[in-house]
C-alpha cells in the first residue's frame, strides 16, 4: 500500500494543463512521457548524467510511431468539406431627382468650362516663358560676345601698353647717358 503512494504525484493545476498541452502540441502519449521524464530524472539523480541509450531508444520509438501516423493519414482521401456561407450585401443608394440632376450638370459643365479656360491660360504662360527664355538666352549670348571682344581689346591694349613703357624707358636711359658730339656740329657739347 505504500508502494502505490509512492507512484502518485501532486501536480498544480497549471502544471498539470501546461504537461497536457505540450504532449498534445508535440503529439507525445501523456503516460509515455511522464515515465520518460521521470526515468531520465532518476538517471541524473542516480548517474549524475542522462543515459544516452535510452534517450536515444525513445526519441527512435517515437520517430517510428509518427512515421506508422503518417502513413495512415496518407492511405485515407483526402476529406474535402464544402461550408455554405451567408452573405449579406448591403449597398446604399442615393437618388436624387432630375432638379438635383440638372443642378449637377450645370455646376459640371461650369467646372469644364474652367478647367477649359485655365488649361489656355497655363498654355499662354507656357508660350510666354518659353519666349522670355529665348529672349534671355540671346541677350546673354550677346553680352557673352560683348565681353569676350572687350577682353580682346584690353589684351591689345595692355601689349600695346607695354611697347610704348619700354619705348619710354629707352629713351629715359638714352637721357641719363652723356653724348659727346662732333666739334663741327652747332649742339652742345653735352645732352
Known amino acids: 500500500m505504500a508502494e502505490k503512494n509512492l507512484l502518485t504525484v501532486n501536480l498544480k493545476e497549471s502544471q498539470k494543463t501546461d504537461l497536457i498541452k505540450f504532449c498534445n502540441l508535440n503529439q507525445l502519449d501523456i503516460e509515455e512521457f511522464i515515465t520518460f521524464c521521470f526515468k531520465k530524472g532518476y538517471y541524473i539523480e542516480k548517474y549524475g548524467s542522462l ?17 506508422v501516423e503518417l ?5 485515407k482521401p483526402p476529406r474535402i468539406e464544402y461550408i455554405e456561407v451567408e452573405k449579406v450585401v448591403e449597398k446604399e443608394v442615393k437618388v436624387i431627382d432630375d432638379d438635383e440632376l440638372s443642378e449637377l450638370n ?16 497655363l498654355q499662354s504662360h507656357q508660350e510666354d516663358l518659353d519666349h522670355n527664355v529665348k529672349l534671355n538666352s540671346q541677350e546673354l549670348k550677346n553680352l557673352q560676345d560683348k565681353v569676350n571682344n572687350l577682353k580682346r ?13 619700354e619705348k619710354i624707358n629707352d629713351l629715359e ?3 641719363r647717358t ?7 656740329s652747332n649742339l652742345n657739347e653735352d645732352l
Open 71 to 75: 502513413q495512415k493519414e496518407k492511405s
Open 51 to 67: 543515459n544516452e541509450n535510452e534517450n536515444e531508444a525513445y526519441l527512435n520509438k517515437r520517430i517510428e510511431d509518427l512515421m
Open 106 to 121: 450645370t455646376k459640371l459643365k461650369d467646372l469644364e468650362k474652367e478647367n477649359e479656360d485655365l488649361k489656355n491660360k
Open 173 to 175: 636711359d638714352l637721357a
Open 178 to 184: 652723356k653724348v659727346k658730339f662732333l666739334r663741327s
Open 153 to 165: 581689346e584690353l589684351v591689345i591694349k595692355d601689349r600695346e601698353l607695354e611697347r610704348l613703357n
